[in-house]
């Protein structure tokens, strides 16, 4: 019996088979390298697109304040000027691919071609911070704590008696729970007459002792503000007037 021998390819025709292979896994493998790019790579945002349209749009109708937010193709409009809110709503609802447009509620833009402006800033009194509003409760507390622990000084001096010193750290934690509102401390003294001490100097220390006790009970000393009165509205009697009295506010 004959025996058959296989025929082995040549190495041209071997060549050729592997050309075409690669072929075939190359026109395979481009699509999904094509489609992976796609997914990674997705060019321009439609929410991009729709939003530089929007502005463009309300800047051609003379609404270049407005702000726009896109979320999917919903807008959503911002600093809209009171009197234009519905012209605002149809300009970006003439967009294409916009869907739906509401306002948010807030402040109105400036006028075109203009900043917006800012508040007023509250009046401060000078070289104090800016004055907050002082609840009625706030003034009580402060009120009844000096009625009960008046910030009295003995006659000459400028240094806290122990019971004044006392009273000062009360105030101080009491203040220190209405952070903001600026304090103001008067110093006086009683009209003694023979006395050798200068007056207005002596009612000045006196505030800034009571300054400083304020300040180590926590109170910031930015809000304080000190000044000596020296004799004027005495009180009834030398030992009352010589004091520092306390506004808050």
Known sequence: MARHTPTIPSA???ERRGRAGAWLVGAIAIPVVLAGLALVWPGPSIAGDLHDRAVAALDSAGLPGVSVEISGRDAVLAR??????????QVVQGVEGVRQVRVRPGPAAGSPGTAEPLPAPTAAPPGGPAAPAVTPADRQRVTELLARSPLLFPGDSATLTPATARAAAQLGSLLAQIPAAPVELVGYTADSPGSTVDAQELSAQRAAVVGEALVSAGVDPARIRTRGAGTANP???????????????
């Open 12 to 14: 041209s025709v071997r």
């Open 80 to 89: 809209v000027p009171a009197a234009r809110e519905a012209e605002a709503v």
């Open 235 to 249: 009180l009834s009697s030398q030992a009352a007037s010589r004091r520092v009295e306390l506004t808050l506010g």
